[in-house]
């Protein structure tokens, strides 16, 4: 459990909040608008309405004594940078902004940021590589060049094991899951697992190489 700041409570930070939450980190809010934060007050640990461009609203709560503080202003970046800047003056221990351009992750860097966040960005990508095939049920990046794809299995491969299948060898990737239609789950199967008709894999492997893959399905 992690103490939480969040500040600008539009839709991403309305979003996050609640996930904080039922992941059981301790969350304070913060916006300018008292309309956007009555839904969350029950919810959150403790609210405050100010301007966070102000430094003495900021200097109020102890930003240092947060784990983690998050900017979620999209709409006004010039808000954004002020605060991030001053969240790092006033000893805040990490800070993550969001940004919406390349040119902002850049200068919220260089004011203060130790992590810059694409949310719009990051599942506008997601649900374009997930909508662009049939095969691909569900998706996650993990670095530029690596993912976790949930696909099915060939049809080569149903009635065998995995071993027997030899996917890592002939196709370079990795099973780390499979997921059944009935709910019985199985994380990191063993090279004895038979292949069942129905069955969602859940595989690692190089961008390419699962690509690759998705094409002979």
Known sequence: MKSVLLIGMGRFGHHLCKNLVELGNDVMI????????????????????GDCTNPEVLKSIGVGNYDICFVCIG?????????????????AKYVVSKASRDIHKKFLLRNGADEVIYPDRDIAEK????????????????????????????????????SESNIRANYNI??????????????L?????????????MVLGNNVDVEKLLKTL
Request: overall charge negative; charged content about 25%; hydrophobic content about 35%.
């Open 30 to 49: 913060i916006d300018s608008d008292e309309k956007s934060v009555e839904d969350l007050t029950p919810i959150v640990t403790s609210v405050l309405i």
């Open 75 to 91: 709409s006004n970046f010039q808000s954004s940078l002020e605060i991030t800047s001053l969240l790092k003056d006033l000893g």
């Open 127 to 162: 649900t374009a590589r997930r909508f662009s095939t049939d095969n691909v049920f569900d998706y996650i990046e993990l670095t530029h060049d690596y993912s976790v794809y949930e696909i099915p299995p060939l049809d080569k491969w149903v009635g065998k094991t995995i």
């Open 174 to 187: 990795s099973i780390l899951g499979i997921k059944h239609p009935a709910g019985d789950d199985i994380m």
């Open 189 to 201: 199967p063993p090279a004895s697992y038979k292949i069942e008709e129905g069955d969602h894999l």
